[in-house]
């Protein structure tokens, strides 16, 4: 059973230093105890202590990697029901799937939109990470080639292998065993078999039940047989009952701290819908609510680009803003000539003001000055886009360099600042842009170098 927050406590040196990040070390046990810190945190806890809080300190949802090397995935690691109780942890990931029983053609067009569908959003490259192969052939072999061909063509594409047999699996495994791939999936007709694969290759392991209460009895056996990461399938193939099993599995783990459901899951909204768009909206839900792996029929541009942007926005953490690197951004091949603007790093201010300039057709650079995420204006209050906070950033980016004249455009909403700027910018003239970002493109029609 889970320690309680004050026997966490009497393990704990009681310092109250702070390094953890926490006031007091009854504050640190409580977030233990709750599944909301991890005891590394802590740097002066015993070994002695550490083995005896091993238990408590775990996340009550297991983080499981699926992959090796830098783009493997980790999923699960929850330790909240709702986002804005702290944040969500380790993003699902997105499968494609792929049949055995495809054409060749098919299997390579998929394989090539794996890799040609990702997007670049705030800094970021967002793109899916799984590609999911599923024997329906029946044939060993085959299903060895299939995954062959993936293993040698797709190199950083994470595998779940997808089969009910135990040799099946093996045949996969032949090919693929050093990229650690998902096993999918463990029932209780093969159990023993399949967690041996698991333990011979140190591959993650998915189990697949007809209830939450098999699911659970499945899962306690796999643990108590050595495997420890494990994926979740409840085996609802209708959005309703998944639904209803992923907010009870979650409710299971965090509340009532029950280790048997305490690992990710994984949803097929492909089987839950034919219709592509339906599927996506399916999809969408249970990025929010709570798959771990979502695997979909097929990736399309038009479905796949607004679940990377979902996801992003879910997972990013609440009480810190979505920003942009600091940084100089040339928007449509700018020279020597060509204006400078200066904005915040807050995200949606970025990419109001980036369009904008790219609607007016003029060549600029735009300065993007780190205000820990924050607008204009709420920046400009914090004391975070002043002339003391712009003008060092002017100096030391390298805009002077890529630029002949001396001219800076700051938003209307700071006009206050261009005289104190002025001063800490000597030989620069600030000018004053629009308040709104809609009236750049006329603003710069009116550019002089």
């Known amino acids: 059973m889970p320690l309680t927050g004050i026997e966490i406590y009497k393990l704990l040196p009681k310092t109250n230093c702070g390094e953890c990040g926490v006031p ?29 809080l091993e238990e408590a300190s775990a996340p009550p949802i297991r983080a499981v990697t699926i992959g090796v090397g830098s783009r493997a995935i980790k999923v699960g690691g929850g330790t909240v029901m709702f986002r804005h109780e702290k944040r969500f942890d380790n993003p699902p990931g997105f499968a494609i799937l792929i049949s055995d029983t495809m054409a060749e053609v098919e299997v390579l067009s998929r394989l090539e939109r794996f890799q040609k569908l990702q997007y670049e959003r705030v800094g970021l490259t967002l793109r899916p990470e799984l590609v999911a192969l599923r024997c329906d052939s029946g044939d060993a072999s085959k299903f060895e080639a299939l995954v062959a061909k993936v293993n040698k063509q797709n190199n950083d594409c994470n595998i ?52 939450l209460e098999e699911l659970a009895q499945l899962s306690s056996k796999l643990t108590e047989s050595g495997v420890k990461d494990i994926v979740l399938d409840s085996g609802a193939r209708t959005i309703r009952q998944t639904f209803e099993d992923q907010i009870a599995i979650r409710r299971a783990a ?42 979909l029929s097929d990736f399309q541009g038009e479905s796949l680009f607004p679940l990377l942007v979902a996801r992003l926005n879910i997972y990013t953490d609440p009480q810190r803003p979505l920003a942009t690197g600091e940084g100089i951004y040339e928007i449509g091949g700018p020279d020597e000539n060509s204006p400078v603007l200066i904005t915040s790093n807050f995200s949606l201010t970025y990419f109001i003001v980036s ?3 790219e609607n007016s057709r003029l060549p600029s650079y735009l300065l993007v000055k780190d205000t820990e995420g924050l607008s204009v204006m709420t920046a400009w209050a914090a004391g975070k ?38 001063e800490e910018l000597p030989g620069w003239e600030i000018l004053i842009g629009p308040r709104e970002g809609a009236h750049i493109p006329a603003y710069l029609k009116t550019w002089k170098p």
């Open 254 to 295: 965090l509340d009532k701290k029950s280790r048997p459901l305490g690992f990710p899951t994984i949803v097929f909204p492909g089987e839950m819908s034919d219709n592509p768009m339906k599927e996506a909206l399916i999809a969408a839900t249970f990025v929010a609510k709570y798959g771990g792996i979502i695997v």
């Open 24 to 52: 007091t070390c009854l504050a640190f046990a409580m977030s233990l105890a709750a599944g909301k810190a991890e005891l590394a945190a802590c740097p002066y806890v015993s070994d002695e202590a550490k083995a005896k």
């Open 385 to 422: 886009f002043g002339a003391d906070a712009i003008a060092p950033f002017v100096k030391k980016c390298g805009i002077t360099e890529r630029v002949k004249h001396r001219k800076l455009v700051i938003p209307g909403y700071i006009a206050i600042e261009s005289g104190s700027l002025e």
């Open 355 to 357: 369009g904008e300039i």
């Open 160 to 211: 779940i292998l997808m089969s009910e047999s135990p040799d099946i699996l093996a045949a996969g495994l032949k090919a693929c065993a050093s990229r650690k791939p998902l096993l999918y999936a463990a029932t209780k007709d093969n159990l023993d078999r399949v967690a041996d694969l698991a333990k011979k290759h140190s591959c993650p392991l998915a189990v697949k039940a007809d209830s």
